[in-house]
Structure formats: C-alpha cells, structure tokens
C-alpha cells in the first residue's frame, strides 16, 4: 500500500514511519514538504502520489498558544484538515486522522467512549473537533482516532522534559487534578497500521490502557528512569493560570477497538517502561551502573501540557 503522511516530521509521524516503512510506499510530508492550509499545494501533492490511504498527522498542538492565535489553529486544525479529507477524497484514498481527548470537557468522572458527546473547552478541541467533523463530512472512508498525553521519541514531551527538569533540579511542581491516558506514539503508530488495512471505518479512541494524574504520570517516569529521590510537588489546576483551561478527566475508553476485534494497546505504564527503557535507554541498570542516564507545550515546565495529540 502507498500512504501519505502529514506531519512527517513530528514525535508521532517519525514513528509512523518507523513502524511502516518495512511494509508499505512511504510519502512522508513534513510542514516545509507540505503546507495543509494551501489547498491548491493540497490537491497538487495528492493528485501527484495518489496514495491509497492518508494518515493526517499535521497539526497546531499548543493548547494555551491556540488561545492567543486562533485564526493559526483554525487555519491549521480546521481547515487544513478540510484541504486533506477532500483531496483524499477526490483520489479515492483512505484517511486517518489524528484527534485529541480535548473534544472532551472532562466533565464525566470517567473515561470517555467514541459515543459520548464532545464539549471542548478551548479552541484548541474546538478546532480539533472541527477537523472531525470535515473529515467525516467530506472523506467517506474516514479512521478518526482520538488520542491523549502523547510522548515518543522524536521531539519534546513531558516524559522528556520531566527527566530533564529532574537532574535540573531538586524537586518538581506537578499536577495533582487533571487525569488522562498517556500514550506512546510507538503504540499508537502501531494501532494505526492496523487500522488502516482494514474497511472498518469509524471513530476510535486509541490510547495506551488506563489513566493517571499529571503527578501519577511523573512519579512513574522518575521510578523507571532510578530518579525516585527528586521530590515531587503537587499542584491544583487552578493555580497555575493558564490561558486555556485543561479537561479534569480526558481518559479514554477503547470500546470500539474491542467491538470491532481489533487487538488492545497495552498499559501506559508497560509503555512507558518501555520507552524510557528501549527508546530513550535509561533506567535503574544505567542509573546504577553508569550514574543518571531524554497535542507542542506552551512553556518549558513540566506541569505543562505536551503536544497533547
């Protein structure tokens, strides 16, 4: 099969390509390859491939920076993503695109299913869901996959820079009341490949299993890394003041997934251990061994949102 993807050059598009290019055509479009809001630069590139499926990964992911720039995260989440689903559309391809928990308000108590209904609290979900909707709208043989907390390899993230925060400094503040599925793009890349062979079109939620808190989530990543002796402060939301307001609880349920027989993602914790161990090759051995050892956020703190899908 020959894919498309956009946002090539991201943490989850650099792992889509990891994970596809032993089996499949790659045409991998980073933003300097492929501007999404120049619809004409859009129909062009797809009519010159003609790829079998698209994987839209591109995306505006600063969640409070969407709030000083809304007319970028429309441009880009909205109607970039309209450029996509109809270019596809009109060459016959399959698409995937990448949504975010940020549809969600947070406001259930529980984590979120493909049919619940989806109340953003900020442009940046606002604009996310709009992309949805030109999706389903516009390309028949659409995937949406709604994901949360991503963090892989390839740029920053908050498992990178709360390792980097911690042999910087003697303690960190963290969030104590926002909860969510952390998800490691490795995993969610996988999930995708999957999908996409199939004609099982629809919504789904694909995030690694579970949910946590912001504090939750750092506690394991200093426990795997061996850095459990960096102290841990915890913080409310409301303290902080940021310009967007965050989904207490965005957690996802795989509902669909498991309808549809598709196979499950593992824990978040087996995926991050997995990550910090494999991918960024830290953890107790090194740290006893050899010493310390590594959605785009709007700061470099750590209590932060990174590149949340």
């Known amino acids: 099969m020959k894919i498309g993807i956009t946002g090539a050059g991201g943490q989850l598009g650099q792992d889509l390509i990891r994970m596809l290019e032993s089996r499949h055509e790659l045409v991998a479009w980073k933003h300097q390859d492929l501007n999404i809001t120049d619809e004409k630069a859009v129909e062009q590139a797809f009519a010159l491939h003609r790829p079998d499926a698209v994987i839209h990964a591109a995306a505006f992911t600063g969640v409070d920076a969407a709030e000083k720039n809304l007319d970028a995260a429309y441009m880009v989440n909205a109607f970039g993503t309209r450029h996509v689903a109809w270019a596809a559309h009109t060459i016959g391809a399959k698409m995937v695109y990448v949504s975010t928990d940020y549809v969600f308000d947070g406001r259930k108590g529980e984590p979120y299913t493909e049919g619940d209904r989806t109340a953003p609290l900020g442009i940046y979900g606002n604009s996310k869901l709009l992309g949805e909707k030109f999706t389903e709208f516009l390309c028949d043989r659409h995937f ?6 991503l ?3 390839s740029g920053s993230n908050f498992v990178t820079k709360v390792l980097q ?8 503040r963290m969030v104590s009341d926002q909860y969510g599925s952390p998800t490691y793009t490795l995993d969610l890349a996988a999930q995708i490949a999957e999908l996409i062979e199939t004609e099982e079109y629809g919504v789904y939620h694909v995030s690694n299993r579970g949910f946590c808190s912001r504090l939750r989530f750092a506690e394991a990543i200093l426990e795997i890394a061996g850095l459990a002796g960096v102290r841990l402060e915890a913080v409310e939301s409301a303290e902080l003041s940021l310009p967007a307001e965050r989904p207490v609880h965005s957690g996802l349920s795989d509902l669909a997934l498991r309808r549809r027989g598709f196979g499950r993602m ?3 914790k087996s995926a991050l251990e ?4 494999e991918d960024l090759k830290c953890g107790e051995l090194e740290h006893n061994e050899d010493g310390e050892e590594g959605p785009k956020d709007d700061s470099k703190r750590a209590d932060q949102d990174a590149d949340p899908a």
């Open 144 to 149: 949406i996959v709604r994901t949360s907390w």
């Open 151 to 153: 963090y892989g390899l």
């Open 165 to 172: 925060l911690a042999k910087e400094q003697g303690s960190l």
């Open 266 to 268: 593992r824990h978040w």
């Open 274 to 277: 997995a990550f910090i161990r």
